[in-house]
């Protein structure tokens, strides 16, 4: 890869790749390869050197690119199986409905989440409490039974 008449070492390509994978300068360096003790270092600089930002956004946009062609081509076929007139029902039907998924038709699954706070457990006492004995509640001993 060369960006602006400068050829990139093999460890800038690496953490090229690296960056757009995870989003994080420093773990794109240690995966590229970069030392670990330097590796928050080394990614914010190469972060800032103006010919890796453009090799950065020009990686991105063959990604996305690609991206986009893939998924007009899966489109194209999904509607090609829609509309074939061979298909059965059910297969109209599930390509339809999966061009809908792709396009973004459908509103995301709804996913419960739990969350906990622990900030309580500060207050809990791990001693067990001193409960009283009491006796055994026996209903024939009661008087108010009739």
């Known amino acids: 890869m060369t960006t602006n008449s400068r050829k990139l070492t093999d460890r800038q390509e690496r ?3 690296e960056y757009l994978g995870c989003a994080n300068a ?6 590229a390869g970069y030392s670990e003790n330097t ?9 800032t050197k103006p010919y890796l930002k453009q090799a950065i956004e020009a990686k991105r946009g063959e990604i996305m690119q690609d991206s986009e062609d893939k998924v007009a081509w899966l489109v194209e076929r999904l509607t090609a199986e829609a ?6 029902e ?3 039907v599930r390509a339809l409905e999966v061009i809908g998924k792709v396009i973004g038709a ?3 699954e709804k996913v419960e989440q739990t969350t906990f ?16 004995d009491h006796p055994a509640f ?9």
Do not use: M, W
Not at 26 to 31: P, Q
Not at 83 to 88: I, K, P, Q, V
Not at 117 to 132: C, K, N, Q, R, Y
């Open 26 to 31: 420093a773990e794109a360096a240690r995966r």
């Open 15 to 17: 953490f090229i790749v």
């Open 83 to 88: 509309t074939a007139a061979d298909n059965g």
């Open 39 to 47: 590796a928050k270092q080394t990614g914010y600089e190469n972060l």
């Open 117 to 132: 706070a622990g900030g309580f457990l500060a207050d809990v006492d791990l001693e067990e409490p001193d409960i009283p």
């Open 90 to 92: 059910a297969t109209r």
């Open 138 to 146: 026996n209903p024939l001993d009661s008087e108010d039974l009739h």
């Open 106 to 108: 459908y509103a995301p």
